[in-house]
């Protein structure tokens, strides 16, 4: 079993920057595809950035440029690094780790951009 805890969410204006953190806790376990998703009210959750084992990385259009996921292996710790963030960016984010026995989501931290 795997916890996940994410931080970082607050209420951040336009153009500004939000770092995530989610802490991997558990026994003996190892990330193989680490996740950011987020939701919007009345919306789908969407895919927005991916980091796999091998240090690949991938992100959704409208965050490219602007967003960059990392991990801490030491801290098992995966980052979402937030800049230039607009009002469509509000949504909740939630971290998904995928180990080689299974699926793990957290609880979902709050991002709202706003003036």
């Known amino acids: 079993q795997v916890q996940l805890v994410e931080s970082g969410g607050d209420l951040v204006q336009p153009g500004g920057s939000l770092r995530l953190s989610c802490a991997a806790s558990?026994?003996?376990?190892?990330?193989?595809?680490m996740a950011w998703y987020r939701q919007a009210p009345g919306k789908q959750r969407e895919l927005v950035a991916t980091?796999?084992?091998?240090?690949?990385?991938s992100y959704t259009d409208s965050v490219k440029g602007r967003f960059t996921i990392s991990r801490d292996n030491a801290k098992n710790t995966v980052y979402l690094q937030m800049n230039s963030l607009k009002p469509e960016d509000t949504a909740v984010y939630y971290c998904?780790?995928?180990?080689?026995?299974?699926?793990?989501w957290g609880q979902g931290t709050q991002v709202t951009v706003s003036s």
């Open positions: 998904y780790v995928r180990t080689v026995t299974a699926p793990y």
């Open positions: 558990g026994r003996s376990f190892r990330m193989l595809v």
């Open positions: 980091l796999t084992s091998g240090d690949s990385t």
